[in-house]
T-cell receptor
Framework: AQTVTQSQPEMSVQEAETVTLSCTYDTSESNYYLFWYKQPPSRQMILVIR??????QNATENRFSVNFQKAAKSFSLKISDSQLGDTAMYFCAFMRGGSGSRLTFGEGTQLTVNP | DAGVIQSPRHEVTEMGQEVTLRCKPI?????LFWYRQTMMRGLELLIYFNNNVPIDDSGMPEDRFSAKMPNASFSTLKIQPSEPRDSAVYFC???????????FGDGTRLSIL
């Protein structure tokens, strides 16, 4: 079974600064995918970024980037130039490769961006 | 394009009543997932369907819970009889093919009094 751990229940950052959210996972699978989802107070689950385990290059989406360390089973999210709208709960998630595989979520990190 | 559509958005009912949650996945998506989110247990998978067939229902907590997917565009999650501990946010998500990210609906907040 896979496990995902987010060790930071809460974090805060000043607007325009950079913040990094941590995530570690445990799996024996070789083919898998990792995701960060954002859940603002509206409770929508919004995909932020994804990473294929077979790719060495770290994924980037505008102000969001990841640091994927496969050997260490670490998958951190960096948010640059933080904006007030980034305030949300952030979930790290693991998905085994293959059709219709489930997501296994971490506990979440509540990020607050302060003006 | 329309996303995953869930209804109702909120449901408040008394214990013992039957509750039915509904989901319309994104057109063309062949996998559908039901998740439950609570403060105590976080986000957990209840059941998922592939091509309308239930693949894994090991997360369904009890026989009081049942889910169906009669066609590619509709799924229901039913709780009968409901109990206060069923209070949670229930999400439906869908995806297309292998390794694609899941797209979530806005969730149903269920309160059982």
């Amino acid at each position: 079974a896979q496990t995902v751990t987010q060790s930071q229940p809460e974090m805060s950052v000043q607007e325009a600064e950079t913040v990094t959210l941590s995530c570690t996972y445990d799996t024996s699978e070789s083919n898998y995918y990792l995701f960060w989802y954002k859940q603002p107070p509206s409770r929508q689950m919004i995909l932020v970024i994804r990473q294929e385990a077979y790719k060495q290059q770290n994924a980037t989406e505008n102000r969001f980037s990841v640091n994927f360390q496969k050997a260490a089973k670490s998958f951190s999210l960096k948010i640059s130039d933080s904006q007030l709208g980034d305030t949300a709960m952030y979930f790290c998630a693991f998905m085994r490769g293959g059709s219709g595989s489930r997501l296994t979520f971490g506990e979440g990190t509540q990020l607050t961006v302060n003006p | 394009d329309a996303g995953v559509i869930q209804s109702p958005r909120h449901e408040v009912t008394e214990m013992g009543q039957e509750v039915t949650l509904r989901c319309k996945p994104i057109s063309g998506h062949n996998s559908l997932f039901w998740y439950r989110q609570t403060m105590m247990r976080g986000l957990e998978l209840l059941i998922y369907f592939n091509n309308n067939v239930p693949i894994d229902d090991s997360g369904m907590p009890e026989d009081r819970f049942s889910a169906k997917m009669p066609n590619a565009s509709f799924s229901t999650l039913k709780i009968q009889p409901s109990e206060p501990r069923d209070s949670a946010v229930y999400f439906c998500a869908s995806t297309q093919g292998t390794s694609q990210p899941q797209h979530f609906g806005d969730g149903t907040r269920l309160s059982i009094l």
